[in-house]
């Protein structure tokens, strides 16, 4: 089993930034690609971005640019910078670790919140 925590969600004013981390514990080793979702509220979750065991990178299109995605092997962590944040942006940030076989793991997730 691997345990997902995300952290660093909260209000920030429209253009400014916040920096969200998900700590993976457990059988980490397990763990290739990690990456962020988001659900607003009434909407489906999509993908913000997702990053694998060696950082090759992948990127919602209409965010790449703004947000940027990296992790720290070493401390088992996935990070998503968020820059020139929009009011659109808010939602709950869900972090996600897939295994090789293709397990997935969820976190509980972190809400932001962006005003106008």
């Known amino acids: 089993q691997v345990q997902l925590v995300e952290s660093g969600g909260g209000l920030v004013q429209a253009g400014g930034s916040l920096r969200l981390s998900c700590a993976a514990s457990?059988?980490?080793?397990?763990?290739?690609?990690m990456g962020w979702y988001r659900q607003a509220p009434g909407k489906q979750r999509e993908l913000v971005a997702s990053i694998t065991y060696t950082s090759s990178t992948s990127y919602a299109a209409l965010l790449k640019g703004r947000f940027t995605i990296s992790r720290d092997n070493a401390k088992s962590t996935v990070y998503l910078q968020m820059n020139s944040l929009k009011p659109e942006d808010t939602a709950v940030y869900y972090c996600?670790?897939?295994?090789?076989?293709?397990?997935?793991?969820w976190g509980k997730g972190t809400l932001v919140t962006v005003s106008s």
């Open positions: 996600k670790a897939s295994s090789p076989s293709g397990t997935s793991y």
């Open positions: 457990g059988i980490i080793f397990s763990i290739n690609t």
